[in-house]
């Protein structure tokens, strides 16, 4: 079965950084887009950042200038490189993937969810 699994989050102070990981196993054909989404309490999951398979990247307009989303092809691997780091950025960040398993058409995969809490 294929999964995603995330880790990285945490508390940190308003300021501060933190670097997410998100990596695919299982019978994997291939990976397409990854990326990154969000959601606070009480509010829909959003778009933070995308990536493509040869590196084009999107970003929310939040996320300009202070996150950036990176992937290792090799390790099926998507990282989030968050600085300068916001309260208003506290939400649960979840991995996204599309993936073509060995046997089975292309799907969305997502991970279960890693806590990120920015306090002071």
């Known amino acids: 079965q294929v999964q995603l699994v995330e880790s990285g989050g945490g508390l940190v102070q308003p300021g501060g950084s933190l670097r997410l990981s998100c990596t695919a196993s299982?019978?994997?054909?291939?990976?397409?887009?990854m990326g990154w989404y969000r959601q606070a309490p009480g509010k829909q999951r959003e778009l933070v950042a995308t990536?493509?398979?040869?590196?084009?990247?999107n970003y929310a307009d939040s996320a300009k200038g202070r996150f950036t989303i990176s992937r290792d092809n090799a390790k099926n691997t998507v990282y989030l490189q968050m600085n300068t780091l916001k309260p208003e950025d506290t939400a649960v960040y979840y991995c996204?993937?599309?993936?073509?398993?060995?046997?089975?058409?292309?799907?969305?995969?997502w991970g279960q969810g890693t806590q990120v809490t920015v306090s002071s």
């Open positions: 996204n993937a599309r993936i073509k398993p060995l046997l089975r058409p292309s799907g969305d995969y």
């Open positions: 299982g019978s994997i054909f291939s990976i397409n887009v």
């Open positions: 990536i493509t398979v040869g590196g084009t990247t």
